[in-house]
């Protein structure tokens, strides 16, 4: 539904959310496409690669001849239409779409699939000049004014009513349109800081819907500490200035609902016009993102997708990819997209221009899709020659001809032609999850142990324990119920958990799971209050242990006699839980006078699982030792850990249900191998390969081995 102009500024938070409902539940009536088979994120006919293309960027008119440049290089998709409000509506209610219909028809003359965006994150420039208070103030006054993007207030009625309008027009204009695959909501979207006085006054009904009544939240909150307490709701002051853990995080959680409720009232508009066949996704910034929650969005979205800018040249190891695909995925459990990634040197200026080496553009697109990607777009056809993103180039350098970038997109596009169809819908079944918690990782933001790592700096770290080492990954989240799909359960410091969930990771250790637990897990309730049991509280029977002190660590500490053969990396800092064992194993102890007498590292058996603790940062190559060593005695390791050093393994299945091992060599150097699987082809060179065949990967170079 439409708000009327003269009353878009005086809806109530009930309004507002009434009409989110409304718009959530409302569907287009039935009609004759609904006969189209509805879409499925995990049953796309092949796999996508594009571009985004902005044409209304160009210094002059080269529609045609970048359209027949994208079909000579075999570009199947574009993204269009989600930077350019100021041209879809050039002036307040003066709609306008000739320039784009041109690029739509001749993009669809071409075959090439469209992704149409809706424009809402950068606002035109009389909408700012009539409305300048729907811009972001963030906590302590600061005014983003005009010229940054995304630096609207989500919630204001204001900026959604102007929002709904555009995309109701532009819909209405291209919804029939068959070149059109699915729609984009926004882009890269968090509420941005935003702490402006509607947010604020939201926040009051935001905290009157969740805790019911001001004595639960100074109970909650421990208000009585230095006489804050509320006596009503009125009393709430602005977020400014507040120290208080629980009132910071759950403002963070706030800020996160606002970009949920945006994203999924935006969805519930175009689900009103879009055809069975067609999808709504969003593109998240580089997930996980601390600031929006991802897993909530996902929920309104018929696929994900996300924007991940990695290192490259010698920085190049597929991590960073891999990471963002292995959240992605995990998500809605299936398939997704990425919307853009690297095409040539990026940078918001011109000091890391580091384009890719030969062949790493080509890698870097089997990195995506061996992680469960169907369709890989780079930011962005052209380079740009004004504005600030002159430096982040596209597939086009800037003198707009086709060069070295354009030649190896040209190559990697007629191998998915070819091959396309046969890796499509790649399904990935792995036995290893990270317990990801954004509760946490701001919970020791608030709270920090240290200057130098924290929640993020850990995970990353097991993480890439588990990439290295050729461990496939999935994430789950707080809330997930399917922890028994997964032999081994990784978890970063979990400062924040509910009782629940705590329950539910001992019954997973009792059935059978395999626990590493970093320290600080479990200290904190769901409310960022320290939990008043004998610590570790819920974990303490799993653990096999209970503590009562910790300390910091000055310096870097070893552990005695070096019992996991670290040599120089014997090495832990930031932190020391004093472990008090019960029927835990002690692993490793500090080496140190005082410390000496408690356990760094613990395993324990409970029922007829394990769980092993960490109760201190442990280096890098500490780390590796540590989850190796639980891996292999969940029976996870084997051919996969002895490969070379810079060659990553996949393994998965396609859509008929064919099993598939992706080969990817991470270096300039060939590398090879003994094949250790099933006799199969490799389906880009046709070649048979059998098992306990040699292969030799050339640099940046990738196998894909296709069982019989």
Not at 276 to 283: A, E, G, I, L, Y
């Amino acid at each position: 539904m439409i708000v009327s102009q003269e009353t878009r500024s005086g809806l109530s938070w009930a309004q507002r959310t009434g009409l989110l409902l409304v718009g959530l539940l409302c569907t287009a009536l039935p009609g004759k496409t609904q006969a189209r088979e509805p879409f499925r994120a995990d049953r796309m006919d092949t796999v996508l690669y594009g571009v985004a293309y902005y044409p209304e960027y160009m210094p002059y008119d080269r529609l045609d001849q970048d359209v027949r440049l994208m079909q000579k290089a075999g570009i199947s998709v574009v993204r269009i239409g989600e930077s350019s409000w100021g041209l879809w509506e050039p002036q307040d209610g003066k709609f306008e779409f000739a320039w784009m219909d041109r690029v739509v028809e001749k993009l669809h003359a071409a075959g090439i699939r469209i992704i149409l965006g809706t424009p809402t994150y950068s606002i035109p420039a009389w909408l700012y000049k009539e409305h300048p208070e729907i811009v972001i103030i963030r906590l302590g006054g600061q005014y983003l004014y005009y010229g940054l993007r995304q630096n609207t207030d989500l919630l204001s009625p204001t900026y959604r009513f102007y929002c709904e309008r555009v995309i109701r027009k532009v819909l209405e204009h291209y919804k029939d349109n068959p070149a059109i695959i699915g729609f984009q909501i926004d882009n890269e979207t968090s509420s941005g800081g935003a702490a402006n006085h509607d947010v604020q006054a939201g926040f009051q009904e935001y905290l009157k819907s969740k805790f019911k009544s001001v004595d639960d939240l100074n109970k909650i909150w421990g208000l009585n500490y230095w006489g804050q307490r509320l006596n009503d709701w009125s009393e709430l002051p602005p977020r400014d200035g507040i120290i208080n853990p629980g009132w910071k995080l759950e403002w963070e959680r706030y800020s996160q609902w606002l970009t949920t409720d945006f994203l999924a009232w935006q969805a519930g508009i175009v689900n009103e016009y879009k055809r069975p066949d067609q999808f709504v996704m969003h593109d998240f910034a580089g997930p996980p993102r601390p600031e929006v929650n991802e897993s909530e969005i996902v929920r309104t979205l018929d696929i994900a997708a996300a924007n991940p800018y990695h290192g490259t040249q010698d920085q190049f190891d597929g991590e960073a990819s891999s990471y963002v695909g292995d959240y992605l995925r995990s998500l809605k459990k299936t398939n997704y997209l990425i919307t853009e990634t690297n095409a040539e040197a990026i940078g918001w200026d011109s000091k890391d221009q580091y384009p890719p080496y030969d062949g790493q553009l080509r890698l870097d697109v089997y990195t995506h899709i061996s992680s469960g990607a169907n369709m890989v777009e780079y930011w962005h056809w052209h380079s740009i020659h004004y504005g600030q993103e002159m430096y982040w180039k596209g597939v086009l350098g800037h003198d707009l001809l086709p060069g070295r970038a354009y030649e190896e997109v040209s190559r990697t596009a007629h191998e998915l032609k070819r091959i396309g169809p046969e890796i499509t819908d790649f399904q990935r079944k792995n036995q290893v999850a990270i317990l990801y918690s954004n509760d946490s990782n701001y919970g020791l933001e608030f709270m920090k142990f240290s200057d130098r790592e924290n929640y993020r700096s850990i995970l990353r770290e097991m993480y890439s324990v588990l990439y290295r080492a050729n461990i496939g990954a999935d994430f789950v989240f707080p809330e997930s119920m399917n922890l028994a799909d997964y032999k081994v359960i990784v978890v970063p410091p979990l400062y924040i958990a509910s009782e629940a969930l705590l329950k539910r990771l001992t019954e997973y250790v009792r059935g059978g799971g395999n626990v590493v637990m970093a320290f600080k897990s479990g200290f904190c309730n769901e409310y960022s209050t320290v939990r008043w049991e004998m610590a570790p509280g819920l974990l303490r029977e799993a653990a096999g242990f209970h503590y009562q002190e910790f300390s910091s660590v000055r310096q870097p500490l070893a552990l005695k006699g070096d019992p996991f053969h670290a040599g120089s990396e014997n090495k832990v800092s930031e932190w020391a839980k004093l472990l008090i064992p019960e029927t835990a194993r002690a692993l490793a102890y500090y080496d140190h006078p005082f410390l000496g007498k408690y356990p760094a590292i613990t395993t324990n058996v409970y029922g007829k699982g394990t769980l092993t603790y960490e109760g201190t940062v442990l280096s890098e190559k500490l780390q590796e030792q540590v989850l190796l060593g639980v891996l292999q005695q969940a029976g996870l390791t084997g051919t996969d850990q002895s490969l070379p050093p810079s060659v990553r393994v996949k393994h998965g299945q396609n859509r008929k249900g064919k099993t598939l091992h992706y080969f990817l060599n991470y270096s300039d150097e060939a590398q090879s191998f003994i094949y250790a699987y099933g006799a199969g082809a490799d389906l880009l060179t046709q070649d048979i390969v059998p098992r306990g065949q040699r292969i030799t990967l050339k640099p940046w170079d990738v196998a894909i081995l296709e069982e019989k």
